[in-house]
């Protein structure tokens, strides 16, 4: 008798159907992104740096029962966020540098802030589909998305070390030599412009944000000794004039919050400001001009349309709107970063 694909992944013998392998991974999903969440939740990361342990020992310090220690410890090692030796669990290589609290390159909060604040539109991405509209829960749909009480304050914390790690693959990519003054709109709680300025002794510029974000913007651009470097502006960038004084304009991961007249009216206002052979720089994850792929790409728009009225947009369709505000030469560097695997450069005329 012949019987559908089963749940472990085969088929009929002889069959020439391909494996479901491929469904239950994705089905699944969701199963990898909480025991992630859950792990840092609990502290699994932060009580191993203190040193290995078996599962009874950590049980014993994360103060949880033994069954869901040994469940969540097999987990995360299958995962490969673990590694067990001699029936004593450490964290591995990732875990180590990216999931200890306090450690430079903290992600934790990025995952915190994932489980928290998009996954609740994730669960009805349905609903996103067939309306056209976010599914993610807004408490004011009809003010700015990013308007004080309308996005928790811990989604800028949460950007923190996606945004600096993709600032420093973006810096290790770009020719910055020329860039003297970058004026950052929509810069967010500073840390792209932080790590430019870090990794480009002889920059400087202006974080652009909406006033509340501006202020956690000033907080970390003071503990990071950077306040004679960088300055900020509260300014909402669809009704008021941006500021001059800067030879670049940088629009990392901007673009794709908003619809595309939107993001032209931006452009445009970018473009008022910025002198003869001054650069317009738009950082984000592209999606292939034949809107194949890649994968980061592609969920990243899925997440915008949950999310947001915008998508991620091709650098083909960048690349037209440069021109059409009155860029000269436009061209993609491209990079592999978590927020963005490219910029569109675009030369003002
Ligand atoms: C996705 S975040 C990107 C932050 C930052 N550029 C980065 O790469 O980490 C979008 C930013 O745009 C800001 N923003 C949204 N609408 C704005 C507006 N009308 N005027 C100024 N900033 C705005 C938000 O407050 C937020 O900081």
């Known amino acids: 008798m012949t019987t559908g694909p089963t749940l472990s992944g085969s088929t009929a013998p002889g069959s020439t159907a ?10 699944t999903g969701l199963w990898r992104s909480q025991t992630l969440t859950a792990a840092i939740e609990i502290g699994v ?8 342990a078996t599962a009874p020992e950590l ?3 994360l103060g949880i029962g033994e069954r869901p220690a040994e469940i969540l410890l097999t987990a995360c090692t299958a995962l490969g966020l673990l590694e067990l030796h001699d029936g004593r669990y450490r964290n591995g290589a990732v875990a180590d540098h990216y999931l200890v609290p306090g450690r430079p390159d903290y992600f934790g909060d990025y995952v915190r802030m994932v489980a928290e604040y998009t ?8 609903e996103a589909v067939r309306a056209d509209a976010p599914s993610k829960p807004v408490p004011d749909p009809d003010r700015n998305m990013f308007e004080e009480g309308n996005r928790p ?12 790690f993709t600032a420093r693959r973006m810096a290790e990519a770009l020719d910055l ?16 412009m ?4 870090r990794q480009h002794p002889r920059l400087s510029g202006t974080v652009l944000d909406l006033p509340h974000v501006c202020n956690l913007a000033r907080d970390r651009i003071e503990a990071a000794g950077m306040s004679d470097r960088i300055g900020t502006t509260s300014a909402d960038f669809f009704t008021d004039p941006l500021p001059t004084g800067h030879d670049t304009v940088l629009l990392s991961m901007i673009m794709h919050d908003w619809s595309e007249e939107q993001n032209r009216r931006i452009l445009a206002s970018c473009m008022d400001v910025l002198p003869s052979g001054g650069t317009v720089m738009i950082s984000e994850l592209l999606v292939a001009d034949d809107k194949s792929g890649p994968v980061d790409a592609a969920l990243m728009s899925m997440n915008m349309l949950v999310g947001t009225w915008g998508r991620n947009y091709t650098a083909a369709e ?13 061209r993609t560097v491209h990079f592999d970063a978590p927020g963005a695997n490219g910029v569109v450069i675009g030369v003002r005329a």
């Open 59 to 61: 049980a014993d310090r």
């Open 18 to 27: 391909p494996q479901p392998a491929l469904l239950i991974d994705l089905a």
């Open 318 to 330: 960048y690349a037209g709107w440069l021109r059409d505000v009155g860029c000269a030469q436009v």
């Open 119 to 126: 996954t609740p539109g994730w669960l009805r991405a349905t």
């Open 45 to 52: 990361f932060a009580t191993l740096a203190t040193g290995p």
């Open 153 to 164: 304050q811990f989604f800028w914390e949460g950007l923190r070390a996606f945004s600096t």
């Open 194 to 197: 932080i790590e430019l300025c």
């Open 177 to 192: 030599s020329g860039v003297r003054r970058i004026l950052d709109v929509g810069g967010g709680a500073g840390h792209t």
